[in-house]
């Protein structure tokens, strides 16, 4: 068990609506980082945030957005869903938001859209 | 820009076998750092070592065992008298230490089957 927790663990909704993902970092984890993982295009990072500020931002799309509350906790949001957002959705934490400090990975959130 | 290659998509070997999982890497920092993962068919990512670039030795624990090469520029990955549990997804991964360089870039991963 990492420490890090996202819920829910399974999503299966349909084209054009919108649901979000949480996620608690571990006890004392300033940093969150959301990936992407899918069959086509592999674990792809999508953006971090570090004691509540956007830090770095990867491939996201613009129907996807995140935030990080006073809590450190995190939600994805993802509106207007496609078939192709079908993935499975990692959060993770680091104490710090340098390079060097290590991140651990949530279970992650299966998301479907039928 | 920095990339991430796992030349081996799938890897069979029979249990107690030695197996070698490749990595090699490009990037321009003179700061990096290297992350092994493993990804059990439950799906979770699991941590299994990291490991900087200033730090050339190689490290060993348990039946695990990581050989750092920055002349070649590889971070490779021996299981020794490998289990039926250690099948999995192995993901090698890249980090930078400022600016965007701060997310991990993943190698697509091999497919490790360990048989009975």
Known sequence: DSGVTQTPKHLITATGQRVTLRCSPRSGDLSVYWYQQSLDQGLQFLIQYYNGEERAKGN??????????????SELNLS??????????????????????????????????? | AQKVTQAQTEISVVEKEDVTLDCVYETRDTTYYLFWYK?????????????????????ISGRY???????????????????????????CALSGNAGNNRKLIWGLGTSLAVNP
Not at chain 2, 42 to 52: D, H, M, T
Request: charged letters at 20%; one cysteine or more; proline letters at 4%.
């Open chain 1, 60 to 73: 996201i799309l613009e129907r996807f957005s995140a935030q990080q509350f006073p809590d450190l906790h």
């Open chain 1, 80 to 114: 207007s869903l496609e078939l192709g957002d079908s993935a499975l959705y990692f959060c993770a934490s680091s104490e710090r938001d340098q390079g060097q400090h290590t991140q651990y990975f949530g279970p992650g959130t299966r998301l479907t859209v039928l």
């Open chain 2, 39 to 59: 990804q059990p068919p439950s799906g979770e990512l699991v941590f299994l070592i990291r490991r900087n670039s200033f730090d050339e030795q190689n490290e």
């Open chain 2, 65 to 91: 065992s990581w050989n750092f090469q920055k002349s070649t520029s590889s971070f490779n990955f021996t299981i020794t008298a490998s289990q039926v549990v250690d099948s999995a997804v192995y993901f």
